[in-house]
T-cell receptor, first 115, second 115 residues
Framework: DAMVIQNPRYQVTQFGKPVTLSCSQT?????MYWYQQKSSQAPKLLFH???????NEADTPDNFQSRRPNTSFCFLDIRSPGLGDTAMYLC??????????????FGDGTRLSIL | AQSVSQHNHHVILSEAASLELGCNYS??????LFWYVQYPGQHLQLLLK??????LVKGIKGFEAEFIKSKFSFNLRKPSVQWSDTAEYFC?????????????FGGGTRLMVKP
């Protein structure tokens, strides 16, 4: 089945230790998104890729970075995670206008805990 | 900038009760509207979407939503809830001319259905 796959499902890391979360898709969508969802809150968009064009939200912390080496893969890098970065991180994909708009498809998320 | 409000943060119902979750958005132009559901420990799943046409939209699992343009609302309804509908429900909006198809989420409504 075509889907959005996130690895790992759970990640525990130490305060300040860099961590990378991965997302892959088999939908061939040209837009990929990373969201942060803290407990009992709505998903908050961190950034998105429109093909290879990176678009950062204004309030995304500087220690959050992303890479998209090809259409299928996108990575979220947190350079120096703090305790406040404990959250669920969601990857999503969608078609854009050129592919015919469609809803976003979400992965299962990576639950990140910073100790 | 668009925003989405879900006024009910927590709803508790008994099985077979009828459900209506409110969603209001603020944006003066044309919008696409979505309801997503997040079951405990699972990823966000699309329940239904409105792009154009009939303002009464039917989704999966017996859910429907009605787009009322004059009220900037897109309320979610189900005539008879089941215990398995216990989940968090998110309303979301994007604008059709947004090439990146970015979503703005409401704060979510946590529904608990008592057996």
């Amino acid at each position: 089945d075509a889907m959005v796959i996130q690895n790992p499902r759970y990640q525990v890391t130490q305060f300040g230790k860099p961590v990378t979360l991965s997302c892959s898709q088999t939908l061939n969508h040209n837009v990929m998104y990373w969201y942060q969802q803290k407990s009992s809150q709505a998903p908050k968009l961190l950034f998105h890729y429109y093909d290879k064009d990176f678009n950062n939200e204004a309030d995304t912390p500087d220690n959050f970075q992303s890479r998209r080496p090809n259409t299928s893969f996108c990575f979220l890098d947190i350079r120096s995670p703090g305790l406040g970065d404990t959250a669920m991180y969601l990857c999503a994909t969608s078609r854009d206008l050129s592919q015919g708009h469609g809803p976003q498809h979400f992965g299962d998320g990576t639950r990140l805990s910073i100790l | 900038a668009q925003s989405v409000s879900q006024h009910n943060h927590h709803v508790i119902l008994s099985e077979a009760a009828s459900l209506e979750l409110g969603c209001n958005y603020s944006y003066g132009g044309t919008v696409n509207l979505f309801w997503y559901v997040q079951y405990p420990g699972q990823h966000l799943q699309l329940l239904l979407k409105y792009f154009s046409g009939d303002p009464l939209v039917k989704g999966i699992k017996g859910f429907e939503a009605e787009f009322i343009k004059s009220k900037f609302s897109f309320n979610l309804r189900k005539p008879s809830v089941q215990w398995s509908d216990t989940a968090e429900y998110f309303c979301a909006v994007n604008t059709p001319n947004n090439a990146g198809n970015m979503l703005t989420f409401g704060g979510g409504t946590r529904l608990m259905v008592k057996p």
